[in-house]
């Protein structure tokens, strides 16, 4: 099978069919063979209802219903899993990205041998300063810590090998930074394409302003994995270290200086009473903490059952 088409979706009961029968006159037209997967994120709605009429009719439709709205990173690992093409698209089932686009991703997957396109809005038509301008921030910062050169790491609209979906591990709400999580997984071949955004057609968004909250905080999440994933005593060993040092030094400061008045006969409050001794103190049990989180976080990777489940790309015999 050439083409796995995903589409996530919630109460988007208005667009399923009129999206169905878009991709299958596009299909169609460009004789390839495919499948849709289409995965109802606990939709309130009919449009399971929907999907399972289609499917009555259909043989390249399939569907995934789960009981309640677990989230859109949910919904594709369940797609993925399920996906059978050797080039994988996904797209949202509100009608703005279009299945135009998809035979020309396809293309370039196979004749550039890119591992990801995603794709980019462009010329957008949703509010300016209530998704524009966030958008246009969140991809900034995903671009500084990932490395990836990407405009529009969260369009729905992008196309993978499949070697790439039956890969990566999505958890939590990380479909935003699938390029990410698969740049750190060895497939480095990650691309962009232009593509249209239409402007929606029924219903309205399902995302409020709080997803670029939850966005930045995943982007802290994947930054801190990817950097520091495979090694942790290598951060907070050094800080833990680094804190201890300071804590000590000063400590050493305190009471030396302690000593000196004493024996010259100064006049000096007790160490107890002088507050930088409980700074000292207190910098000193922090970086023991920090030094002891750092070694149980190697010992739990050492242990870790799944320590030698890595990406091998070729093996020999």
Same mark, same amino acid.
């Given at each position: 099978?050439?083409?796995?088409?995903?589409?996530?979706?919630?109460?988007?009961?208005?667009? @399923?069919?009129? %999206?169905?029968?878009?991709?299958?006159?596009?299909?169609?037209?460009?004789?390839?063979?495919?499948?849709?997967?289409?995965?109802?994120?606990?939709?309130?709605?009919?449009?399971?209802?929907?999907?399972?009429?289609?499917?009555?009719?259909?043989?390249?439709?399939?569907?995934?219903?789960?009981?309640?709205?677990?989230?859109?990173?949910?919904? /594709?690992?369940?797609?993925?899993?399920?996906?059978?093409?050797?080039?994988?698209?996904?797209?949202?089932?509100?009608?703005?990205?279009?299945?135009?686009?998809?035979?020309?991703?396809?293309?370039?997957?196979?004749?550039?041998?890119?591992?990801?396109?995603?794709?980019?809005?462009?010329?957008?038509?949703?509010?300016?300063?209530?998704?524009?301008?966030?958008?246009?921030?969140?991809?900034?910062?995903?671009?500084?810590?990932?490395?990836?050169?990407?405009?529009?790491?969260?369009?729905?609209?992008?196309?993978?090998?499949?070697?790439?979906?039956?890969?990566?591990?999505?958890?939590?709400?990380?479909?935003?930074?699938?390029?990410?999580?698969?740049?750190?997984?060895?497939?480095?071949?990650?691309?962009?394409?232009?593509?249209?955004?239409?402007?929606?057609?029924?219903?309205?968004?399902?995302?409020?302003?709080?997803?670029?909250?939850?966005?930045? %905080?995943?982007?802290?999440?994947?930054?801190? #994995?990817?950097? #520091?994933?495979?090694?942790?005593?290598?951060?907070?060993?050094?800080?833990?270290?680094?804190?201890?040092?300071?804590?000590?030094?000063?400590?050493?400061?305190?009471?030396?200086?302690?000593?000196?008045? %004493?024996?010259?006969? @100064?006049?000096?409050?007790?160490?107890?009473?002088?507050?930088?001794?409980?700074?000292?103190?207190?910098?000193?049990?922090?970086?023991?903490? /920090?030094?002891?989180?750092?070694?149980?976080?190697?010992?739990? %990777?050492?242990?870790?059952?799944?320590?030698?489940?890595?990406?091998?790309?070729?093996?020999?015999?």
């Amino acid at each position: 099978m050439q083409i796995s088409i995903v589409i996530p979706l919630l109460n988007e009961a208005e667009s @399923i069919e009129e %999206l169905y029968q878009w991709i299958k006159q596009v299909m169609i037209k460009h004789k390839f063979s495919y499948e849709v997967i289409f995965i109802d994120d606990g939709s309130k709605d009919n449009s399971w209802k929907i999907i399972s009429k289609i499917i009555e009719t259909s043989t390249e439709v399939s569907g995934i219903r789960f009981s309640r709205n677990f989230g859109k990173s949910q919904a /594709l690992a369940a797609g993925f899993k399920n996906a059978q093409g050797d080039i994988i698209i996904t797209m949202d089932a509100d009608l703005q990205d279009s299945p135009e686009e998809i035979p020309q991703l396809y293309q370039k997957i196979t004749q550039e041998n890119f591992d990801l396109i995603s794709g980019w809005k462009k010329k957008r038509y949703d509010s300016v300063l209530f998704k524009n301008l966030p958008s246009k921030l969140f991809n900034a910062a995903a671009r500084s810590t990932s490395g990836l050169k990407l405009h529009d790491f969260n369009c729905g609209l992008k196309a993978y090998k499949k070697e790439v979906i039956k890969t990566i591990k999505l958890s939590g709400e990380m479909h935003r930074y699938i390029p990410v999580l698969a740049k750190n997984e060895g497939f480095d071949k990650i691309t962009e394409q232009v593509v249209k955004h239409q402007a929606r057609k029924y219903g309205h968004t399902k995302f409020g302003a709080e997803r670029f909250i939850n966005g930045f %905080l995943d982007l802290i999440t994947i930054w801190f #994995f990817s950097k #520091f994933g495979k090694r942790p005593m290598h951060l907070f060993g050094a800080f833990g270290v680094l804190m201890f040092l300071i804590g000590f030094i000063a400590a050493f400061w305190i009471g030396a200086s302690k000593l000196y008045k %004493l024996y010259n006969n @100064i006049p000096d409050i007790l160490v107890v009473d002088n507050p930088w001794f409980y700074i000292a103190l207190t910098a000193m049990l922090i970086g023991i903490q /920090l030094f002891i989180a750092g070694f149980v976080g190697e010992l739990i %990777l050492k242990n870790n059952q799944q320590k030698s489940n890595y990406n091998i790309k070729e093996f020999l015999n």
